[in-house]
Each structure stands twice: as C-alpha cells, then as structure tokens.
Nanobody
Framework: QVQLVESGGGLVQPGGSLRLSCVAS????????MGWHRQAPGKQRELVAS???????VYADSAKGRFTISRDNDKDTVYLQMNNLKPEDTAVYYC???????????????WGQGTQVTVSS
C-alpha cells in the first residue's frame, strides 16, 4: 500500500503565508513527478505546481511568483510554500505523485486526501 498525507492547511489572512507538506509512505521503490492541485467549491480541480524527480518545476500562472514547490527525496516529501495568499487561493489542496511500488513494473498515480486552505480576513 502507498499513502500520501498532506498537512499544513488552515485559515490565513490575505497577504499571509502557509507551507503545505505531503509525505508518501508505504512499499515505495521510486517516486517520479510530484505535484499540488487545488479545487475550489464549484470549480474543477486544477494544477498549481509540479516538480520532477530531477527538480524541474512547472507552475500555474496564478502561482507564479507567489508559490514555490520543492521536494526532499530522502523524506519522500513534497512541499508547497505559499506567500502573499489571496482569497481566490481558497480551496482544498491535493498532492499527487507518480510512484512505483515493490512488486509492480509500472508507475501509478496516487493522491492524498486533501487539506483545506482558507484565505479570509
């Protein structure tokens, strides 16, 4: 079994910062790309940022200049540092990762359960 567990969400005022973490655990052989997505009420889930195993990054336009994705391969963890948060950043944030498990030949996509981020005064 493989699990992704997010943490770090919460309520923050506009202009504030939060750091999300997502830890992968289980029978993991290797982890490929990892990413953060978000889903606001009534909207589709959207990519916020992703990072490859070699630390190449991609950001949504809405995240550029404010969010930073990083990973610690020794800890099987991906982070999302979010600065200058805006009310429109309010959403459930999900992490995902491409993971190869012991006993499997292919890499599969796994998702966490999500963490709520609310930006409000």
């Amino acid at each position: 079994q493989v699990q992704l567990v997010e943490s770090g969400g919460g309520l923050v005022q506009p202009g504030g910062s939060l750091r999300l973490s997502c830890v992968a655990s289980g029978s993991i052989v290797s982890i490929g790309a990892m990413g953060w997505h978000r889903q606001a009420p009534g909207k589709q889930r959207e990519l916020v940022a992703s990072i490859t195993s070699g630390s190449s990054t991609v950001y949504a336009d809405s995240a550029k200049g404010r969010f930073t994705i990083s990973r610690d391969n020794d800890k099987d963890t991906v982070y999302l540092q979010m600065n200058n948060l805006k009310p429109e950043d309010t959403a459930v944030y999900y992490c995902n990762a491409g993971i190869k498990r012991y006993g499997r030949n292919n890499e599969y996509d796994y998702w966490g359960q999500g963490t709520q981020v609310t930006v409000s005064s």
